[in-house]
């Protein structure tokens, strides 16, 4: 019977990691060098679905197993955990979770009450002895800051502190950006700057939300326009044997102006 493919990778890690032979950089990580790679794998990962590419995406989740076989392997060495217990910790989290699916009739039941979910997730962190001081505690400081913000005001949505109505939420909008013209106007320092500019920035988030559009995904959107529109700014500035930094603004403009009539047309 051949090995199976999760234990040829688990061996494989192993030896990259193993201090006799294996692999010099990989020997140099540790859980902090490697974060930025599990984060970066995941967006790779979110990339080819948004292109509809399965070949990719078979290839970028084959990525993001292996930040995770990365550090179980690295924990393993430390005698903290393995990849069985990352694997039977999710699979009992999941179970513990769907009550409405794995459960007795009666917890069938109850886990169709709406909420049921947020409920086992407090029961899970008072059983971890975690004080349960806000119903904001749990939403990950590392996630990116446009949907730790969805993240949050969804939260506060759910204790009834929430916009009605989009328009207010555009009202809010208009007051944040006006407050923000204001401090430029005044010359205002850097932080102050920062901190209005931030406030405009969750309200935009805030609108997403109430649109039902996720934000970091529209502006994934955006950067792609953006990158394939000035891209044919080049394009058409290297027919005229020129380069951007040695035309005007106002030639480039009137480039990105046409780049937007060809997409349309």
């Known amino acids: 019977m051949s090995e199976r493919a999760i234990d040829r990778l688990l061996a494989i890690m192993a030896r990259l990691r193993d201090p006799d032979g294996g692999c010099p950089w990989d020997l140099e990580q540790n859980f902090a060098s490697i974060a930025p790679y599990t ?31 990365f550090h179980a392997q690295m924990a393993t060495e430390q005698g903290a955990f393995g990849f069985e217990d990352v694997a039977a910790a999710i699979s009992d989290k999941m179970v513990r979770r769907h009550p409405h699916v794995f459960g007795d009739e009666t917890q069938r039941d109850a886990g169709a009450v709406r909420g049921r979910w947020e409920e086992i997730k407090a029961e899970e962190r008072a059983a971890k002895g975690a004080a349960a001081t806000s119903i ?22 759910r204790v009834g502190f929430d916009w009605p109505e989009t328009r207010m939420v555009i009202e809010k909008l208009n007051e944040e950006m006006l407050e923000l013209s ?29 649109m039902k559009v ?10 792609a326009k953006f990158r394939r529109r000035f891209g044919r700014i080049e394009e058409k500035l290297a027919a005229q044997g020129k380069r951007p930094e040695e035309s ?16 349309r047309g």
């Open 248 to 263: 005007t603004l106002e030639e480039m403009d009137a480039l990105w102006d046409e780049a937007k009539r060809e997409e």
């Open 39 to 69: 984060i970066e794998e995941a967006y790779e990962v979110a990339e080819a679905i948004e292109r509809g590419d399965m070949d990719e995406l078979k290839d970028e989740l084959g990525d993001l197993l292996l930040q995770v076989v």
């Open 182 to 210: 204001e401090e430029i106007a005044k010359g205002g320092d850097a932080d102050r700057l920062e901190d209005e500019m931030g406030d405009l920035l969750f309200v935009y988030a805030n609108l997403a939300r109430h």
């Open 214 to 223: 996720d934000p970091e995904a529209a502006l994934r959107r955006a950067n």
């Open 136 to 157: 904001l505690d749990d939403v990950p400081l590392a996630l990116p800051a446009l949907s730790r913000a969805v993240k949050l005001q969804n939260r506060a949505a």
